[in-house]
């Protein structure tokens, strides 16, 4: 038997950061929207835990025990007192190291598809709360959908959203360490107050109102200069896409990946070719949201 599922990436259409806590972590508003770029993660009976993964920049993907998968397998099974004898294979699809959530998505679609497999039906509450011992991002990759995460982001209020958003997605030529990108966050904000993280009314109101336009004049992402301190080229991209008519551009979460806001997909279609053409980026994509979160797609 065998279990796949599919499971989405996302932009953070709300970064909001506050100041580093003594353990490290930072209190965060983060207002996720799921969008049609998909991991599968197939899961079938082995001997032992192993990872595959095939897929564009797959070559990159840890597949020892840190992958996020294979602690899904293991937490999962810990918690039901089997062992993870479980063969994990990564369709991947979701840029690497991209600020797109790929790894999360792999570790809740690998949670979900384990659960299948094994019959130990676990509660939604239950795989929630191992998505959050997993990572920030994994719970919000359970659940898609558009959500408002508060502190380090894994606890979740769904949001209403109102229509569908259309997006471009440029692929840099390399990726971006997500810690690396706080600690430049931390340095840029050094003897400065930092406030509160918080969610923007307006923001939450154009998505429940579906309207892109408003939408575009309340996004916004504190990671952002950060992460153009540590790429600046990432300014190419940006401006290239705005130059193409895109409503808004922003960096994705930690980067590198950049997202811009369109108003239909005839619009992503034109600032693709743009920025395809602009030579500021290795690749684009196009995608809207919000789409479900972890879904099992076959079993059999």
């Known amino acids: 038997m065998s279990v796949t599922v599919r499971v989405p990436a996302k932009v953070n259409v709300q970064l909001a950061v506050g100041a580093a806590r003594p353990d490290g972590f930072h209190d965060l508003a983060n ?63 979701i840029p690497v190291a991209g600020g797109m959530a790929g790894g999360s998505a792999d570790g809740a679609g690998a949670l979900v598809a384990c659960d299948a497999l094994w019959g130990t039906g676990a509660s939604r509450d239950e795989l929630l709360e191992i998505c959050a011992e997993l990572g920030s991002d994994v719970p919000f990759s359970l659940v898609g959908g558009a959500a408002l995460g ?97 409503l808004t551009a922003l960096v994705s979460g930690s980067g590198p990946t950049t997202a811009f806001l369109v108003r239909d997909p005839e619009a992503a279609a034109a600032v693709a070719r743009a920025l395809m053409s602009s030579g500021t980026c290795r690749t684009v994509r196009t995608a809207a949201g919000p789409v479900p979160g972890a879904t099992v797609a076959a079993a059999g």
């Open 150 to 246: 508060i502190g380090r982001g894994e606890r979740l209020t769904p949001l209403e959203v109102g229509g569908t958003f259309h997006w471009v997605f440029a692929m840099a030529g390399r990726g971006l360490s997500t810690p690396a990108v706080f600690r430049e966050f931390d340095r840029l904000g050094e003897g400065t107050d930092i406030p509160e993280p918080v969610a923007s009314g307006e923001l939450l109101a154009a998505l429940a109102k579906g309207d892109p336009d408003a939408l575009a004049a309340a996004v916004s992402n504190d990671l952002q200069p950060a992460a153009l301190s540590l790429f600046p080229q990432l300014a190419g991209t940006l401006a290239a896409g705005r130059a193409a008519g895109a």
């Open 31 to 93: 207002v996720f929207l799921a969008v049609g770029l998909y991991d599968e993660i197939t899961v079938t009976p082995a001997d032992g835990l192993r990872v595959t993964c095939d897929g564009p920049d797959a070559d990159q993907v840890p597949l020892d025990r840190t992958n996020l998968a294979a602690r899904a397998a293991e937490a999962l099974a810990a918690r039901y007192g089997r062992s993870p004898d479980v063969h994990v294979h990564i369709g991947k699809d």
